[in-house]
Structure formats: C-alpha cells, structure tokens
C-alpha cells in the first residue's frame, strides 16, 4: 500500500508589514532525492524542498510519526510560466537566485530582471503577456524516515510541520 506524504506550511509570528516567502513540496524532481517518486510505502524516507525568501529562517520541520532528516541540494534549475496583466511585473512560484533563460510566447516585453524579493521579475516593457522563466533556487532538504508500521496499521499519513520567523 501507499502512504500519501502532507505537508503544511505555517508563516507567522511578525507585523503585517514585513513579508516573506516559505512553501514547501516534495522533491518530484526526476533526478532529485526521491527520484521522481512522489508517493510512498512503510518505512520510506520521502524528501521535501523548503524554499524561503533571504529574509526567512526556516526552523526545523516537525513529523507527526517517524524521524525528519536533512540533506544538501544545492543550487536547483525550476521553471514557471508567468502572466504580465497589463503590467511590467510577474512572480515566481519560490524565491531565485537569479534567471538562466526567458521564453516569451506571443508578445515580448523585453529583458526581464529579478526583483529583491527574489519573487517579482519586470518586465522592460507593460504588457499582456506570457513568459517561461528558468531560474536557479537554493532550497533547503529535509526528509521524513516513516516507520513500517503505526498502530499495527501500514496504511497511514504523516503530517510535517514546516515553521519560519522573518526578519526585517
């Protein structure tokens, strides 16, 4: 059988004014630390990426069962599609460290930059448009080593508890 990896996020703990950036998924990647697994059986260690924005320290992450892990990654190439609204401004799914390669399909805005959020990216020019951006993240690694069994049970979910403080 199956078991289904959850993850939840929780950001909190500052004023309204301040923002950052932490999601967290598993590694999916077909050469990253699961190698393209993204379901798994009693007694796996299912990998997740943490990515936060420079300005978040990311605690370590709690497991409702089992025994969490770290590991090194480094550097990771991701690509989203984002949609300029009339606008010069788009955002990336998780914080860059900056761009390797941008599509535009259909209109081109021009040369887009990182912003220092390391989410927004502008555009050179406003406007309605989509552009594929691959960039470069640097997320931090973690694993839940599940147990065999829970309960006498081998059919079970595991919940992980992801937590960070911004700074200003």
Known sequence: MTVNATIRVAFGGGSASITGHLSAEVDSRPEGLNQGKSSFLPGDTAWFLVHASRNV????????????????????????????????????????????????????????????????????????????ITYSTSPKAYGVKSPTQLNGSTDFSILVLVTGSVTP
């Open 57 to 132: 320290t990311v605690d370590t992450p709690i497991a409702s069962a089992g025994s969490v892990l770290s590991a090194r990654v480094g550097s990771v190439s991701r690509t989203d599609d984002v949609f300029f609204e009339n606008a010069t401004t788009a955002t990336l799914s998780v914080p860059a460290d900056g761009i390797q390669k941008v599509t535009w399909f259909g209109t081109d805005l021009g040369s887009v930059s990182l912003g220092s959020d390391q989410l927004t990216v502008t555009a050179s020019r406003s406007g309605v448009a989509v552009a594929r």
